[in-house]
C-alpha cells in the first residue's frame, strides 16, 4: 500500500450538522482522502453493494452512524453479510453513535464486519486508533 | 357433644380434619369439646389434652355468650387476604408462648322448635319403630290369646280359625292360613284363613305346591320353612309377582303336627323382611308345638290343663316382658265396667300396681293430658263406630303431675254374634324414646349447622351423581335450597362446559379408591361472580346402606386467586412501565446527546486552523440547530412525562365533530396549502364521555402524521370514523398517503423517536405519544398500510357508553 495513497472516506449519517463536523476533521486530518456523504442510509448501502462489484485497490474507510431512519446502521451491516469476504477486504468500518447505550459497544466488538466503536463527538485521537498505517 | 354415626359425622370429620384453619368448637361452660388437628399443631396439645379444657387456657381474650349452646371457632394462622375485618386474638402455646391468630366465630343454637312441630310424626314413627321389644311383646299376647283358643275351641276347624283371627290380629301378621295339604296333588288344601283376599283363596286352591317348595319341605320334613328374600326362591316368577304386589316381604311355614308326624301347615306372611328373628321363630314354632298337641290330645280335659298351664306361664313371661320394655297391657268388660291394667300398665299411668290392678274409667279418663282429651276422645268414638282396632298417640298426666307422652292400642272383644263385650290393648310409654329422639335429632342438627357453618362447600353424592347432601355454602353457589338441590344430578346444575371436568375428576376418585384434588376449578356462582376452588374429592361409604358415595370439598381459593392476578397484572404494569424507562433512557442517551456531541464536536473543530469563514459561519449556525434540538427534546420529554402525570384530570363529554372543527381551525394553513381534506362519519358514535387534551392530541398527531406523510403531488384525504362494536367503538382515520412498510417496522411502528421516511420532517414522537395517551385511556392502537397507497389507524375502546 502507497503511503501517498489516502484511503477513501465514507460519511453516513442522516445528520448534516455532525457530516459537515466529520468532513472538516477529515479534511484536516487527512488532506488527500476523497470523502463521499450520504445522509440517507438507504443510498448508503446500495453504493457500497455496487462498490463491491467492482472494487477499487484503495482501501475504503466507512464512519457509519447507528441511529437511522429506514435502516440502522446494524440493519445496513446486516444486508451486507451476503458478501462479507470482500467487504473485510476493501472496508473497514467503524461505527458511530451519540448513544451511550454500552449495548452498542458490544455489538460493534462482535460483529466481524465492525473495526471500532466511536462516540460522537468524533475527534482526532479517533483518527489515531484508525490504524496509523493511513495517516 | 355427641356426634350421631351417620355419613354426616364422616363427612364432618375428613372436611374439620383437613381444614386449613384450626377449628374449635366450645360449650357453654367454656370448654373445648372439638378440636381439629390443626389446633394441635398450632397449640402443641394433643387432642385429648384439649378435649375438656377450659378456652381461656389458649386463648385467655376469649369471651364465651352464655345465650349460645356452643360456639365454633376457626383460627387462621396464616394471612390470607380476606376482605373481611377479621377479629385479631391472642393465643398461648402449651410452652406458654403467645402468638397472634386471626378469629372467626359462629354460634351453633340449633333450633329446636321444629322437632316440637313434628313430635306427631316422631310419635308415630317410634311407635313403629317399637323395634323388638314390642314384636316380643304382641307374640307373647299372640300365644297367650293361642292358649285361650286351645282352651275354648272343641273341633280342629275351628281351633284353625280362631288360630288365623290371633295371628292377624295380634300377631299382627298379614294374612295367615291353615293347610292340609293334598300330598297326592299336591293342592295346600286351605282349611282355615284369616284376612286372605278372594284372589289369595283362588291362588291358594288352585296353586300346585312343588315337593322341593316350601309347603312340600315342611311336610317331608317336619321343620319350619322361613322366607324372607323372595326373590332367592326358585318358584315361578307369578307367584314371586302375587306375593310382591300383595306387599309380602316374608313368609313363615310351620308344621302342625298329629301324633308326632306333619299333619297341617300354619302359614303367616308379613309386609316386613325382619319380623321374623331366629328368637321370633322359636317361638312360634313353640306354639305350633302347643297347637300340635292340641290336636294331638283328644282328651279335652288334659288339653285344658295343658293350656292352662301354658297359659300361667307366658302370662308370667309376659308381665316380665312389659316391665323390661316398657309396655303395659289392659282390658276392659264392659258388662261388669271393670278394667284390669297390667302391673307395667299402672307403673306407666303412674301407680303403684296392686293385687287386683282395678282401674276405673274415670281414673282413665283424668289421667289423659287435658288438651289431648279431644283427639284421644275421637279416635276411641271413630273405633267404636266400626268396632275397628287403633292406634293413639298423646300425653298423660300423673297423678304427681308428671307428663308422660304414651301410645295407645286397643281392640274390640267381640262375642259370637259380632257384640263388642269388651276391649284390650296396649300402652306404651314413649317418652323417654322421644327425648332420645330429640337428643338424636338435635345432635344431628347441631352437625348440620357445624357443617353449614364451615367456611368449605361441601357435597356428598351417590355413585349415579344424585346429591345425598350439600352444606349450605355449596348450595349457595347455586342459589339453591338445599331441599331443591337434594336427589338432583349434578349435570341438572352445573353448565354443560364441566361435565368433562367434573366427569374426569369423579372417575378418578372412584378409580383410585384415594381422595383427589382437582385444582384452580374455575366456576361462575348464582350471583355471577367468577370463583375459584381446589376441590378435593374422596370415595366414602353411605353408613348403613354401604352404598358407594363421592364426598367433594370445595375450598375457596378466589381470594388468593384474585390477588395472584392482580400480582400478574401489576408485574405487567411494571414490566410495561420498564420498557417505557429503557425506551425513555435510551431517548436520553441518543436523542439528547446527539445535539450536545455535536455542540462539543462544533466547539472542537472551531479550534481548527485551517477554517474558511463559510465554514465558521456554518459551524455557527450548527450550534443554532443543535441546541434548538436539545430544546425541542426537552419541550417533548416534558410532554411525555406530563402526560402520564394528568391520567387523573376531568373527564367531559368529548364531541369528536367539534373536535375536528376546532383542529381544521388550528392547523389551518398546513392543511389549506397541501389542498389537504378532512373527511369525518361519526353518526354511529358521535361522542365519547373522556379527558379531552388526550383526544385532541390524538388527532392531532394522527391527522398531522397523514400531511406530512403524504404522496408528492397527491392532495391529502383524511377519513376518521366511529364504528361500534358490541362490547365498544372504534375510531378509524385513514389517509392516502405514502404508507409505511409494516413486514419491516411493525415492531418499531411505536416506538419513541422512530422514524420512517427520510423525506418528510417528523421527531418521532407522534405515534409514541399517540399510543401512550390511548393506552392511559384504557385503549388499544392497531395498525393497516399499504406503501404508496396509504395507511389506516383503528383506536379500539372497550366501553360504548
Not at chain 2, 300361667?312 to 313371661?317: K, P, Q
Request: glycine content about 4%; hydrophobic content about 40%.
Amino acid at each position: 500500500m502507497n503511503k501517498n495513497s489516502s484511503p477513501d472516506i465514507i460519511l453516513v449519517d442522516d445528520d448534516p450538522i455532525c457530516n459537515m463536523l466529520n468532513e472538516l476533521l477529515i479534511r484536516e486530518m487527512l488532506p488527500h482522502s476523497e470523502i463521499t456523504i450520504f445522509s440517507n442510509s438507504l443510498e448508503a448501502y446500495h453504493f457500497l453493494l455496487d462498490s463491491l462489484k467492482n472494487p477499487i485497490a484503495n482501501t475504503t474507510i466507512i464512519f457509519l452512524d447507528i441511529n437511522m431512519p429506514i435502516m440502522s446502521g446494524w440493519e445496513l451491516l446486516n444486508e451486507l453479510k451476503e458478501h462479507i469476504t470482500k467487504a473485510r477486504q476493501y472496508y473497514k468500518i467503524y461505527m458511530l453513535s451519540s448513544s451511550l447505550d454500552p449495548r452498542d459497544n458490544d455489538n460493534a466488538k462482535t460483529n466481524p464486519l465492525v473495526s471500532g466503536f466511536f462516540e460522537k463527538p468524533l475527534n482526532r485521537f479517533d483518527f489515531l486508533t484508525t490504524g496509523d498505517s493511513h495517516i | 357433644m355427641e356426634l350421631i354415626d351417620n355419613g354426616l359425622e364422616r363427612a364432618f370429620e375428613i372436611v374439620a380434619g383437613t381444614a386449613p384453619q384450626a377449628i374449635l368448637i366450645v360449650n357453654k361452660l367454656c370448654k373445648i369439646v372439638y378440636s381439629n388437628p390443626k389446633v394441635s399443631l398450632i397449640f402443641q396439645y394433643t387432642t385429648d389434652e384439649l378435649h375438656g379444657m377450659l378456652i381461656e387456657r389458649i386463648l385467655p381474650e376469649f369471651n364465651i355468650h352464655e345465650s349460645v349452646l356452643m360456639q365454633m371457632l376457626f383460627l387462621d394462622e396464616e394471612s390470607i387476604p380476606n376482605p373481611e375485618p377479621i377479629e385479631l386474638i391472642t393465643g398461648i402455646t402449651k410452652k406458654g408462648i403467645p402468638f397472634q391468630l386471626k378469629l372467626n366465630v359462629a354460634s351453633i343454637q340449633p333450633d329446636v322448635p321444629h322437632l316440637k312441630a313434628n313430635l306427631q310424626n316422631t310419635l308415630e314413627e317410634n311407635a313403629l319403630k317399637s323395634e323388638k321389644d314390642e314384636q316380643t311383646i304382641r307374640l307373647l299376647s299372640f300365644s297367650s290369646a293361642i292358649s285361650r283358643a286351645i282352651i275354648k275351641s272343641k273341633t280342629e276347624i275351628e281351633l284353625s280359625n280362631q288360630l288365623c283371627r290371633i295371628a292377624v290380629e295380634i300377631g299382627k301378621f298379614e294374612i295367615c292360613w291353615v293347610g292340609l295339604p293334598d300330598m297326592v296333588n299336591n293342592l295346600h288344601n286351605p282349611i282355615a284363613h284369616y284376612n286372605a283376599t278372594e284372589q289369595d283363596k283362588f291362588v291358594l286352591t288352585t296353586f300346585k305346591f312343588d315337593n322341593n317348595g316350601p309347603t312340600g319341605t315342611v311336610m317331608a320334613s317336619g321343620n319350619y320353612y322361613l322366607s324372607n328374600s323372595f326373590e332367592k326362591e326358585p318358584w315361578t316368577p307369578e307367584l314371586k309377582n302375587y306375593l310382591w304386589s300383595r306387599g309380602f316381604r316374608s313368609y313363615l311355614v310351620l308344621s302342625l303336627k298329629k301324633h308326632g308326624r306333619p299333619h297341617s301347615t300354619l302359614n303367616v306372611y308379613s309386609n316386613s323382611k325382619t319380623i321374623f328373628t331366629a328368637d321370633q321363630i322359636e317361638f312360634l314354632n313353640g306354639i305350633a308345638q302347643d297347637i300340635s298337641d292340641a290336636l294331638d290330645n283328644l282328651e279335652l280335659e288334659k288339653m285344658h290343663t295343658a293350656a292352662i298351664k301354658n297359659q300361667n306361664d307366658t302370662a308370667m313371661l309376659l308381665n316380665q316382658a312389659e316391665a323390661k320394655a316398657h309396655i303395659g297391657s289392659w282390658r276392659i268388660n264392659f258388662k261388669t265396667g271393670i278394667s284390669k291394667k297390667s302391673d307395667e300398665a299402672c307403673r306407666i299411668y303412674g301407680f303403684e300396681p296392686t293385687e287386683d290392678n282395678v282401674f276405673k274409667y274415670e281414673d282413665w279418663r283424668t289421667a289423659v293430658h287435658p288438651d289431648d282429651w279431644g283427639y284421644v276422645k275421637q279416635m276411641d268414638d271413630e273405633a267404636a263406630l266400626t268396632l275397628s282396632n287403633c292406634i293413639k298417640f298423646h300425653r298423660i298426666v300423673r297423678p304427681n303431675g308428671e307428663i308422660r307422652n304414651i301410645g295407645a292400642d286397643s281392640s274390640f272383644d267381640v262375642d259370637d254374634d259380632g257384640k263388642p263385650f269388651g276391649m284390650h290393648g296396649l300402652v306404651y310409654d314413649l317418652t323417654d324414646k322421644l327425648n332420645s329422639a330429640a337428643a338424636l335429632n338435635q345432635s344431628e342438627a347441631n352437625l348440620r349447622l357445624i357443617i353449614d357453618l364451615l367456611p368449605q362447600c361441601i357435597l356428598l353424592k351417590d355413585i349415579n351423581g344424585e346429591f345425598i347432601y350439600a352444606n349450605k355454602n355449596y348450595c349457595d353457589l347455586f342459589g339453591m335450597k338445599f331441599e331443591e338441590l337434594v336427589e338432583k344430578h349434578w349435570t341438572e346444575i352445573h353448565s354443560s362446559d364441566k361435565y368433562n371436568t367434573i366427569n374426569k375428576h369423579d372417575a378418578e376418585v372412584i378409580r383410585s379408591g384415594k381422595a383427589t384434588i382437582l385444582r384452580d376449578f374455575i366456576f361462575v356462582d348464582a350471583k355471577g361472580n367468577k370463583r375459584y376452588f381446589d376441590v378435593v374429592k374422596s370415595p366414602m361409604l353411605i353408613a348403613g346402606s354401604k352404598k358407594q358415595a363421592i364426598l367433594g370439598v370445595l375450598n375457596d381459593i378466589t381470594d388468593q386467586k384474585l390477588a395472584e392476578e392482580e400480582r400478574v397484572a401489576i408485574l405487567d404494569d411494571i414490566v410495561s412501565r420498564n420498557k417505557s424507562l429503557e425506551q425513555f433512557s435510551q431517548m436520553m442517551s441518543h436523542n439528547l446527546r446527539a445535539p450536545v456531541a455535536n455542540i462539543m464536536g462544533i466547539s472542537s473543530v472551531l479550534e481548527l486552523p485551517n477554517l474558511t469563514e463559510k465554514n465558521k459561519a456554518e459551524l455557527m449556525e450548527g450550534i443554532t440547530k443543535s441546541a434548538h434540538v436539545l430544546d425541542n427534546v426537552i419541550r417533548d420529554m416534558n410532554k411525555i412525562l406530563h402526560l402520564r402525570e394528568s391520567i387523573n384530570v376531568q373527564r367531559e363529554v368529548v364531541s369528536f365533530k367539534d373536535l375536528v372543527r376546532e383542529l381544521k381551525v388550528s392547523l389551518g394553513d398546513i392543511l389549506e396549502n397541501e389542498r389537504g381534506v378532512i373527511k369525518t362519519d361519526f353518526h354511529e358514535m358521535p361522542e365519547y364521555y373522556s379527558i379531552k387534551s388526550y383526544f385532541h392530541s390524538i388527532f392531532l398527531n394522527l391527522i398531522s402524521n397523514s400531511i406530512k406523510f403524504r404522496r408528492i403531488n397527491v392532495p391529502p384525504v383524511i377519513d376518521i370514523s366511529t364504528k361500534i362494536h358490541e362490547n365498544g367503538f372504534e375510531l378509524v382515520f385513514c389517509d392516502n398517503g405514502i404508507g409505511i412498510d409494516l413486514e419491516k417496522y411493525r415492531d418499531k411502528i411505536f416506538g419513541l423517536y422512530k422514524r420512517f421516511h427520510t423525506s418528510a420532517e417528523g421527531n418521532g414522537i407522534g405515534l409514541f405519544m399517540v399510543k401512550t395517551q390511548v393506552e392511559a385511556l384504557g385503549g388499544s392502537i392497531s395498525i393497516s398500510s399499504v406503501v404508496n397507497k396509504g395507511t389506516e389507524i383503528r383506536i379500539y375502546f372497550n366501553d360504548n357508553k
